[in-house]
Nanobody, 126 residues
């Protein structure tokens, strides 16, 4: 059974930082791409970041590029997302999701992802 579990969300002031973790089990990390999708209140899900489990190549959405940094630990089957320079508009539930085949992750398209976690809430106060 594939499991995806996010952690690390919380309340932070604008300009602050957080580090999110995405722990996976039941899958071979290197055979997947893993993405972070966020959904702000009243808005559609937005693909923010994707990382390839095989070669570590990372893909960033324009709204987070330069502020967010993704990394992975293939031994621990865990992906990390460092959020710096947070803005109130970054407030959202952040979901981690995996993709086995396809290009949804690298094109930051949430609808094609296979396995999802329950999300972790990030709230940025102004």
């Amino acid at each position: 059974e594939v499991q995806v579990v996010e952690s690390g969300g919380g309340l932070v002031q604008a300009g602050g930082s957080l580090r999110l973790s995405c722990s996976t089990s039941g899958l071979t990390f290197e055979e997947h791409t893993i993405g972070w999708i966020r959904q702000a209140p009243g808005k559609e899900p937005e693909g923010s970041v994707c990382i390839s489990g095989s070669d570590g190549r990372a893909y960033y959405g324009h709204s987070v590029k330069g502020r967010f940094t993704v990394s992975s630990d293939n031994v621990k089957n865990t992906m990390y997302l460092q959020l710096d320079g947070l803005k109130p508009e970054d407030t959202a539930v952040y979901y981690c999701a995996t993709e086995t085949y396809g290009s949804s992750c690298v094109f930051l398209r949430p609808s094609g992802m296979d396995y999802w976690g329950k999300g972790t809430l990030v709230t940025v106060s102004s």
